[in-house]
C-alpha cells in the first residue's frame, strides 16, 4: 500500500496527547460560549447539567472516540472503513470531517476577532482611541477578512509541523501559558467589589429553568466543549501509542475542560457585574444578561477601559491573548481532521494537505465574514445538532458493528482489567444504551 510511505507521525509522549487533546477541548466554547449559556439558563443548575453531560455522556463517547482511533491508527473515514467492510459506515466519518469543515470555518471569523482585540486594547490604552474602535468593530468585512487570514495561517503553520512536533510542541507551551493567564485574572477579578454578586448568579441553581432547552443546550456545549461527535479524537487517539491508559487520558481532559469552563464562568460573570457596578449594561432587551460576541467583544473591553491603568491594560491584553491561545489550540486540531483525512487516503503530502484544505476553509470563512450572522446558523446546524448527531453514530458503530468486546479488548491495552472494574462495566452500558438513547431523545425533545 501507497500509505506506508507517508509518515503518519505519533505523539512523543502521553502528556503530549493528554495537552493536546485538551487543548483541542479547550478553546472558545469554554471561556465565550459557557458562562453566558451558564448565566443566562439558571446559573448553578445548567453548570450541574453540563457536569452531567461531560462525565455521563461526553466521557463515554471521548473513550469511545480515542478507542476507534487507537485501535486503526486511522483518520475517522479511514477508521470506520477499516473497521467494516460495509461502504455505509465511513459515511459517519465524512459528515464527521464535515462538521470540522464547517466548525472551522465560523470558528476562524471568531478566533480572528480576539487577535484583533489585543490589538484593540493595544491602541486603546496607547490612546489611539479612534484606531482602537477602527479595529474592534466586527461588522468590518474586510477587517474580519484580514484576521481569519492571520489566524488560518498561524494554524496552517503548525499543522504543517506535524504530530510531534508540529502540534505536540506548541500545544505544550500554549496550555500552560493559558492556566497561568486564567490563574492571574480570576484572582483579580474575585477579589474586586462587585464581584460576589456575579458569584452568587453563576453558582446559585435556579432549578425551575431546567427545562428540555436547557438540557439540549449543556448537551450541545458539552459535545462542543469537548471537541466531540465529529472524529477530532478519533484523529489524535491515531497517534496514541497502545502502551498509553485511554480511560485515564480520556478522564484527564475531560476534567481539564470540565474545569477550565467552570473557571471562566468563575471569571465572566463576577466580571459582567463589575461592569454593572461602572455602569455598563449587562443586560439585553429581554432581561438576559448578554451573551456571545456582544459580552466578549463589548462588555469586557469596557470594563477594561473604565478600570483604566496598570491593570485594565494588562488584563484587557492578556484576556484576549488568552482567548487567541485557547482558539489556536482548537483550530489545529480542527484542522487535523480534514488533513489527516487526505493523508491517509489520498496519501497527500502533509505540507500540501494542510496548504489546501486550509484555503478551501478560508475561502469559507471569507464569506462569513461579510455576513457574520451566518455564524448561529453554521453553529446551530454543525455543532448543536451535527456533533451529537456524530456522537449517536460513533456510540452505535462502535457497540453493533465493531462490536463493544472487540472495543473492550482495545480500551484493556494499556488498561488491563478496565473491563472487570465498575467503570468498564458502566462504559459498556453507556455506550451501547444510554447515550444514544439519551442523546437522541434530547435532539428530539427540543424540536417537539
Ligand atoms: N472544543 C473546542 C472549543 O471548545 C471547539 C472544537 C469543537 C474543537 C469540535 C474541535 C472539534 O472551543
Known amino acids: 500500500m501507497a500509505s506506508s510511505t507517508i509518515d503518519r507521525g505519533s505523539w512523543n509522549s502521553k502528556l503530549g496527547f493528554v495537552l493536546a487533546a485538551a487543548g483541542s477541548a479547550v478553546g472558545l466554547g469554554n471561556i465565550w460560549r459557557f458562562p453566558t449559556e451558564a448565566a443566562s439558563n439558571g446559573g448553578g443548575a445548567f453548570l450541574l ?6 462525565f455521563l455522556i461526553g466521557y463515554p463517547v471521548m473513550m469511545a472516540e480515542i478507542g476507534i482511533g487507537r485501535k486503526t491508527g486511522k483518520n475517522p473515514v479511514g477508521a470506520f472503513k477499516a473497521l467494516s467492510t460495509n461502504k455505509f459506515y465511513p459515511l459517519i466519518g465524512m459528515w464527521g470531517v464535515l462538521c470540522g469543515v464547517m466548525i472551522l470555518s465560523f470558528y476562524t471569523v471568531v478566533a480572528g476577532w480576539t487577535v484583533s482585540y489585543v490589538f484593540e486594547e493595544i491602541f486603546f490604552f496607547a490612546g489611539y482611541t ?3 474602535a477602527w479595529i474592534g468593530d466586527t461588522s468590518n468585512g474586510w477587517l474580519n477578512a484580514f484576521f481569519s487570514i492571520v489566524f488560518m495561517f498561524a494554524t496552517v503553520s503548525i499543522i504543517t509541523g506535524g504530530v510531534s512536533d508540529g502540534i505536540e510542541r506548541a500545544t505544550k507551551m500554549l496550555m500552560p501559558l493559558l492556566f497561568i493567564i486564567l490563574f492571574v485574572l480570576i484572582g483579580y477579578v474575585v477579589l474586586q467589589p462587585g464581584s460576589t454578586e456575579g458569584l452568587a448568579v453563576y453558582l446559585k441553581p435556579d432549578f425551575s429553568r431546567i427545562t428540555p432547552e436547557l438540557v439540549f443546550a449543556a448537551m450541545g ?3 462542543f466543549s ?3 461527535g465529529m472524529g477530532a479524537l478519533i484523529t489524535y487517539g491515531s497517534y496514541l501509542s497502545k502502551q498509553e491508559n485511554v480511560p485515564e487520558a480520556a478522564a484527564w481532559v475531560t476534567t481539564t475542560d470540565a474545569l477550565v469552563a467552570f473557571l471562566a464562568g468563575l471569571l465572566i460573570i463576577p466580571a459582567m457585574y463589575m461592569a454593572q457596578a461602572q455602569g455598563i449594561a449587562i443586560f439585553d432587551d429581554g432581561g438576559e ?4 460576541p456582544a459580552l466578549i467583544f463589548q462588555v469586557l473591553p469596557s470594563l477594561f477601559h473604565d478600570l483604566g491603568g496598570i491593570w485594565g491594560i494588562f488584563l484587557g491584553i492578556t484576556f484576549f491573548v488568552l482567548l487567541s491561545v485557547a482558539a489556536l489550540t482548537s483550530t489545529i486540531s480542527l484542522l487535523e481532521v480534514p ?5 491517509d487516503e489520498f496519501q497527500v503530502q502533509r505540507k500540501k494537505a494542510a496548504k489546501y484544505i486550509g484555503l478551501g476553509i478560508l475561502a469559507i470563512a471569507l464569506i462569513i465574514s461579510f455576513d457574520t450572522s451566518l455564524i448561529g446558523t453554521l453553529d446551530f446546524v454543525f455543532s448543536q445538532i451535527g456533533l451529537p ?8 458503530f462502535l457497540s453493533y458493528v465493531w462490536k463493544i468486546d472487540s472495543a473492550m479488548e482495545e480500551l484493556e491495552t494499556g488498561n488491563p482489567g478496565f473491563g472487570r472494574g465498575i467503570v468498564g462495566r458502566v462504559w459498556k452500558i ?4 444510554i447515550c444514544p438513547l439519551v442523546i437522541f431523545y434530547n435532539l428530539i425533545n427540543n424540536f417537539l
Open 49 to 54: 447539567i453540563y457536569l452531567a453531560c461531560c
Open 130 to 132: 479612534e484606531w482602537a
Open 221 to 223: 456545549q458539552a459535545f
Open 226 to 228: 469537548l471537541s466531540l
Open 289 to 292: 444578561l448578554l451573551a456571545g
Open 339 to 343: 488533513v489527516s483525512y487526505v493523508i
Open 389 to 396: 448527531l456524530g456522537g449517536i453514530m460513533i456510540c452505535l
Open 430 to 433: 453507556m455506550v451501547m444504551i
